[in-house]
């Protein structure tokens, strides 16, 4: 889904339609939405994580190597194709004490991602980075949003649709040692 897509499923949402079935904008409404969709995102992301990795080409005499900048917390650590816990993670740099001798070549990060922040000057076509029932959750807590400061109308309908929705995500993690195998190893972060 994209932003431009969140926003029309809030103004149907909101019955921001002229009789003729037109959007009517609402400048107050459409100053908010990007906020809106950024948190409502970065919710969703701590739900229903985002897995990411980075490949690591280990070298000779380094030990410490740069982290992404979207990282939220490591998932899991493989060395040349081997899960492994012989790491330290530092802010923004893994580092691998014993590869100083150069007999390995690679490690892949598997990590748990930030989405990128939503601003106004957010492209429409602008692709949401949670999966796509993740990203259906979102125009109900946006519009529950936009409702809040309302007195007269009730947000809470949407607001619990959004809960109702994201509690209904898949959350499991994938398993695997990556070959399609079994998880030889369980590591607890």
């Not at 904008?25 to 948190?39: G, N, Q, R, S, Y």
């Not at 410490?64 to 492994?84: A, C, H, M, Q």
């Not at 691998?96 to 490690?107: E, K, M, N």
């Not at 979102?138 to 309908?157: I, T």
Request: aromatic share 12%.
């Amino acid at each position: 889904m994209t932003l431009g897509d969140g926003i029309r499923k809030v103004y149907m949402l909101l019955d921001e339609y002229s009789s003729g079935g037109v959007v009517t904008v609402d400048p107050d409404i459409e100053k908010k939405m990007a906020d809106f969709f950024d948190v409502a995102q970065k919710d969703v992301a701590g739900y229903k994580r985002i897995i990411k990795e980075q490949t690591i080409p280990l070298e000779s005499g380094t030990s410490e190597y740069p982290l992404p900048n979207d990282l939220s917390k490591i998932f899991r650590v493989w060395v040349d194709g081997e899960l492994t816990n012989r790491y330290v993670q530092k802010p923004g740099v893994i580092s691998f004490p014993d590869t100083g001798s150069g007999t390995h070549s690679t490690a892949t990060v598997e990590y748990f991602a930030v989405p990128a922040t939503i601003t106004q000057s957010t492209p429409e076509d602008y692709v949401f980075e949670v999966c796509e029932e993740a990203a259906n959750c979102m125009p109900f807590f946006v519009a529950a949003q936009n409702l809040m400061p309302d007195l007269v109308v009730d947000y809470s309908a949407f607001l619990q649709q959004y809960y109702q929705m994201r509690g209904a995500l898949d959350v499991t993690l994938p398993e695997g040692d990556g070959s399609g195998g079994a998880l030889r190893q369980t590591l607890f972060l």
